[in-house]
Every structure is written in structure tokens, then in C-alpha cells.
């Protein structure tokens, strides 16, 4: 198994402070007001009924465009706004069918078997009928049969559109380049770590922690971990621990720290449940300790493994066997990976 290499090599770069996160300040109406009439941009304060919005006069172009990295979900809500959308909206329903078909046979699931071959023409055949969902995952593919260009071809097509994966996927195939183009990656990286995208985020993270096609800023890279490790990033989960451990980018506090290893752990990140079956080790927690050490080991952390084996020692039969029994019956929560 490979090694989760997630935190960066210390840079010699100045600090910085850039990419700065605003807070909207909460506001608090105590004796809020009762009110007749409900204002609002679908229900306007006028009876003539040709002061409401008509969606119907949007150019399909434009709705489509909107809609270009919409779900199926969303796509049906959509098209029942009027009868306009609907029609506008019809190639991209049809490529949500090609799509869910290239995703069944990318993955040999639904009765079907695995075969890369037909994945890509189900997701090609997507990517025509303008789903950006579909051209990432033709991307993908690609990439995975090493044609890279086509790959970044397609990433940049939805990226354009404004997909944060594929906003994420080609910033990273930027930084994978030889030579690396840091500085549009970088760019890209924070248009989808803005809409929210977690793994961009926590790339972006780390371009600012190692001073990659930008000024290192330790405390930048700690809140942009964080974010995506409150968005359910495993690996930000765990450097983020690291950062409060170590008192990087963010205030020194070994709770916090914990708290966030713990919850790395408990996501299938092999080096935190390492490092927090040590901890449980040092605070007494014998069985506790054994558990997350035998998934660590079995996770190819080979040092957990001799640690582990030392407590085993410690502990009684009964003991040791409520150990395994708890990391056979273990399952990883849920997590964005």
C-alpha cells in the first residue's frame, strides 16, 4: 500500500498573508418584526402579474450553460420551472443516462462487466450533450490510459464551464507536469477551493504551506486545511491535528489536536490511527490503543506493528482477543477522502 505522504517539507519562502477567508458576521434580530407580506424575488410586492421574473425568456444557450454541472436530481427540478427549461435542458437529462451507464462500466457494476473501452464512449457521448460531469470523468479515464493530453483537454472543457473537479483535476495535472505550470494551477486551485471543492482546498493547502507557485503562508495553508477537513477531507483532518500539534499556522493546542487525529483515524487514515494508538498507548488506554494499532498495521503501517505487538504483551487472553475482535468488526465512517 502507498504511503500517505500529506505533510510538506518546510519551505524557506517568506511568509505572506493572501487569499484571505471573510466571515459574513452573524446577526441577531431579537424581536423580529410580524409581517403581512412576504417579500421576495419569486413573490414580488405587486398584484400585476407582469412584474414577475419569466424564465422562459432565458436564451437556451444560457440555461444550459448554467446547468452544465447540474445532477439528475437537479436537472428534473430544473426543468420543471417552465416549459422552456425543459426543452433547453433535454441533452443534458439524456447525457445523465450515458453518464450512469459509463460509471457502471468503469466499475463492472449493475450487471455489467468492467470495460474501460465502453466507460469512456458512455462518458464521451455525456461530454457531447455538455454534462461537465461527464467530461471529467472521460478525463479521468484518459489519464488512467496515459493519454494526459486528452485528460487536461477535457479537464480544462469543464473546468471552463466552471466545474470545481475539473477545476481541481487540472490544477493538479499542472502541478504534475514537467515542468510544473504552478502558477495557473494555483489559480484554478482557488476557484474551486472557493466553490467549496475539498480536495482542492486542501491542494491548495498544500502549494501555500510549501511556498509552491505562491508565497508560503503557514497560517493561510492551517485555514485552508481546516476547511476541507470540516468538509470531510481525511487528509486535511490529519494535518490539520499536525498543525495544532505543532502549533503551525494556527495556535498551539493539543485537544484540538487530538480531536482532529482521532477523527482521522477513525476516516482509515493509516499514520493517524498510528499516531493515535500511541497516544491512547501513553494515556493508559491498553485496548484502545491495540485496536488502532492493528489497523494501522494492517493499513502496511509496519512500525505500529512493533508497538502493538509490546502492549499485546501487557494485556490479558480476554483482553487481547476483545482487541482483534473490535478491529475485524472496525468500519471506516463516512469520509470525502
Not at 490511527?273 to 488506554?285: A, D, K, T, V
Request: glycine fraction near 6%; proline fraction near 5%.
Amino acid at each position: 500500500m502507498k504511503q500517505q505522504r500529506t505533510w510538506p517539507c518546510k519551505s524557506e519562502s517568506p511568509h505572506f498573508t493572501s487569499l484571505p477567508f471573510t466571515k459574513k458576521p452573524l446577526i441577531h434580530n431579537s424581536s423580529p418584526k410580524p409581517s403581512k407580506t412576504h417579500f421576495s424575488y419569486f413573490n414580488p410586492p405587486s398584484s400585476s402579474s407582469s412584474s414577475r421574473p419569466d424564465f422562459s425568456a432565458l436564451p437556451y444557450d444560457v440555461v444550459s450553460r448554467i446547468a452544465t454541472s447540474f445532477s439528475l436530481p437537479n436537472l428534473r427540478a430544473a426543468s420543471l420551472v417552465c416549459r422552456a427549461w425543459r426543452d433547453a435542458l433535454k441533452p443534458l437529462r439524456e447525457a445523465m443516462v450515458f453518464l450512469k451507464w459509463g460509471k457502471r462500466f468503469k466499475h463492472g457494476r449493475g450487471g455489467v462487466k468492467a470495460n474501460l473501452g465502453k466507460a469512456l464512449d458512455s462518458f464521451l457521448k455525456g461530454a457531447a450533450r455538455g454534462s461537465t460531469l461527464a467530461m471529467v470523468d472521460a478525463g479521468l479515464i484518459y489519464w488512467e490510459m496515459g493519454k494526459k493530453d486528452e485528460a487536461v483537454g477535457w479537464y480544462r472543457r469543464a473546468a471552463e464551464l466552471g466545474d470545481p473537479a475539473g477545476q481541481c483535476n487540472l490544477a493538479i495535472s499542472y502541478l504534475q507536469a514537467n515542468p510544473p505550470n504552478s502558477k495557473e494551477a494555483i489559480e484554478w486551485l482557488y476557484q474551486a477551493s472557493i466553490a467549496g471543492h475539498v480536495r482542492a482546498q486542501y491542494q491548495l493547502a498544500l502549494c501555500l504551506h510549501q511556498g509552491r507557485g505562491v508565497e508560503q503562508s503557514l497560517q493561510e495553508a492551517a485555514r485552508w486545511y481546516v476547511r476541507a477537513a470540516e468538509g470531510g477531507y481525511v487528509r486535511a483532518m490529519y494535518n490539520t491535528s499536525l498543525c495544532y500539534s505543532l502549533g503551525e499556522g494556527l495556535w498551539q493546542s493539543h485537544r484540538l489536536a487530538r480531536k482532529w487525529m482521532k477523527k482521522a483515524a477513525d476516516r482509515g487514515h493509516s499514520k493517524a490511527q498510528f499516531e493515535h494508538g500511541l497516544s491512547l498507548f501513553s494515556e493508559g488506554e491498553m485496548m484502545k490503543a491495540v485496536v488502532y494499532l492493528e489497523l494501522a498495521t494492517r493499513a502496511g503501517e509496519t512500525a505500529a506493528a512493533h508497538v502493538k505487538n509490546a502492549i499485546v504483551h501487557q494485556l490479558s487472553a480476554t483482553s487481547r482477543d476483545k482487541a482483534m475482535l473490535l478491529a475485524n468488526n472496525w468500519r471506516a465512517l463516512p469520509s470525502s477522502r
